[in-house]
């Protein structure tokens, strides 16, 4: 039996090219560290990018066509390089891939795509040792990792009684594509969140629509102006450092009234009515017993973080969360999580690419680059 390949060696391995991966990239080279492969002598390191994805842009390549870029809740420069002038009608979706794109050729970043990251664990037991990464083009041995790989890969699809018997389609958010796909047919919308009231607004336009949440929504009808979002991070923040799950944003700040949401309550379509007791081959069973023909369902559920690879290290402590220290992992300081919980937002993401590198300098700092001799 033949020995595998050696691990390709890395300082600090990104995974994930999104807002988050690409803002950790940044300021990487920023601080001195080179492409893996390139000359390390004099650098501060090599880092490498693998991505999911088959091409730049990261969860925006998936957004729907009809989400554009005067409707879309918010973006955020990524460091470096000024957002160009966007047309208010342009799909969000390719507008923000190709600015991801651009920004990857003009910084020349190593990013290596589509590269599926399957497991990452730790090569022994000695704390400041190194981590094993297994990929789909091979196995790497990295000092440190940066984890970006944001939700969207993950929905969450909420389980109900009867769902299975349901004759209708059923599908998440992640799936959508277009309101003209459900004209005609009765469409039941599960969510309390802002992809949630986006899609009624959409879809309320071209069919009839009905809304289900759990819990009664909170709109908030002041700004959401800096001391508002300083103290949503702040509550996020309190949250992971205790090592409970991440709340959504939208549970945090509540969703923001804008002209197109007025405009849709005005018409109905965001009158929300008590969860559904039961799914039924024809509808649901409302609260108060009655049933509702139903022809679509549509979860607008939201998404878990996408750490299915991390499991090997246990990071997960009693109360279902992990614990953070900033963007550090409080019980493995070698892996940074980006993008996740505080920095679930675009803002969010580009300072914890920074603070996660600055992080990773001082633990790294004064060891030589690559695998020990």
């Not at 994805?53 to 990524?78: C, D, F, K, Q, Y």
């Not at 349901?166 to 799936?175: E, N, W």
């Amino acid at each position: 039996m033949t020995a595998g390949p050696e691990p390709r060696a890395v300082d600090v391995l990104v995974v994930g090219a999104g807002q988050a991966g690409l803002s950790a990239a940044y300021h990487l080279r920023r601080r001195g560290f080179v492409p893996v492969g390139e000359d390390a002598a004099g650098a501060t390191g090599t880092y490498v990018v693998l991505d999911g994805e088959e091409g730049p842009g990261g969860a925006w390549r998936h957004r729907w066509r009809s989400l554009r870029m005067a409707t879309v809740n918010g973006i955020s420069e990524l460091p470096g390089m000024p957002t160009p002038e966007a047309d208010p009608c342009a799909p969000s979706s390719e507008f923000i891939t190709d600015y991801f794109a651009g920004y990857e050729d003009e910084l020349d970043l190593p990013v290596l795509r589509p590269v599926r990251v399957a497991s990452v664990e730790r090569e022994d037991d000695d704390p400041r040792g190194r981590l094993r990464v297994v990929s789909s083009v091979g196995t790497w041995s990295a000092r440190a990792l940066v984890n970006a790989t944001g939700t969207w890969s993950k929905p969450f699809w909420p389980v109900y009684p009867g769902q299975e018997t349901f004759r209708g389609r059923q599908l998440h958010v992640a799936d959508y594509v277009s309101a003209e796909e459900f004209a005609g047919q009765h469409v039941a919308v599960v969510g309390g969140g802002i992809s949630a009231v986006q899609l009624l607004d959409e879809i309320s336009l071209v069919t009839t629509t009905s809304w289900f949440t759990r819990r009664e929504p909170v709109w908030r009808d002041t700004p959401f102006d800096p001391d508002a979002g300083r103290a949503a991070v702040a509550m996020v923040e309190d949250r992971v450092a205790r090592g409970l799950p991440p709340q959504s944003v939208v549970s945090v700040t509540g969703l923001i009234w804008t002209p197109s949401l007025r405009a849709a309550a005005e018409r109905g379509a965001l009158d929300r009515r008590p969860m559904f007791t039961q799914i039924l081959p024809e509808g649901v069973r409302l609260a108060d017993g009655e049933v509702l023909p139903v022809d679509v369902i549509l979860w607008a559920t939201g998404f878990r973080a996408a750490l299915d690879h991390l499991r090997p290290l246990h990071l997960r402590g009693p109360g279902g969360g992990i614990a953070m220290e900033g963007t550090r992992v409080a019980a493995e300081p070698r892996v940074h999580l980006v993008g996740y919980g505080p920095s679930s937002s675009t803002i969010g993401a580009n300072r914890a690419g920074r603070a996660a590198v600055n992080d990773l300098v001082r633990l790294l700092g004064g060891q030589p680059a690559g695998l020990p001799h």
